[in-house]
């Protein structure tokens, strides 16, 4: 094994485990209206190690989070709430690795997070399609799909938008400071 690998793995350890601990101590609702929909800053970790070492990073980075956030018992949504939020952070990641892996610049790393806020906000219609069921077993079936669209989309869009702002600042930052570059 090549020490740049090496170096890779070990600085995509330290960000799952920073993305973990952000996860678990930094929840906070975004909209009053649904105080049950939490964001957090554990985002930020994985998103920098997908636009820095690649989509696979950036999704095995999202898997170690949300494992160790199931296992240490956090979170309100339990195993379905824990999935749901691998399939929206795994799929920000991918597209952020995907669109900066070639290049890395100021204008793929906008493009990416731009791309997968929209595309996370998507892949979470059908995800919650499958899942409100089970959280609220009560609900008809017209109110779903209202729910989605005046209130997950927001969310999904409004949490993508803060994730966007703070991982550019701090993904540039890190560059600036040729952290995690090649020496």
């Known amino acids: 094994m090549s020490w740049k690998n090496l170096r890779s793995i070990i600085f995509a350890g330290i960000l799952a485990a920073l993305s973990f601990v952000l996860m678990r101590f930094t929840e906070f609702p975004l ?8 964001t957090d800053l ?3 970790p994985l998103l920098v190690g997908a636009y820095l070492f690649g ?3 950036g999704i095995a980075i999202a898997f170690v989070k949300d494992l160790l956030f199931f296992v240490s018992g956090a979170g ?7 999935l749901l939020n691998f399939i929206a952070t795994g799929t920000f990641a991918l597209v952020v690795g995907l669109v900066s892996f070639k290049k890395k610049n100021d204008l793929t790393l906008i493009l990416g997070l731009i791309l997968g806020t929209i595309a996370m906000a998507l892949i979470m219609i059908p995800a919650n399609l499958w899942a409100i ?3 609220f ?5 017209e109110q779903i799909p209202s729910y989605i669209y005046t209130i997950n ?3 999904n869009l409004i949490k993508g938008l803060l994730d966007t702002v703070v991982t550019f600042f701090i993904a540039k ?3 600036s400071r040729r952290i995690f570059t090649e020496k």
């Open 153 to 155: 989309v927001p969310f």
């Open 173 to 175: 930052a890190l560059k």
């Open 55 to 57: 989509p696979i990073a």
């Open 31 to 38: 909209l009053p209206q649904a105080s049950f929909l939490k």
């Open 76 to 82: 309100q949504g339990g195993p379905i709430g824990v």
């Open 42 to 44: 554990g985002d930020i």
């Open 133 to 135: 069921p089970k959280f």
């Open 137 to 141: 077993p009560s609900w008809k079936k």
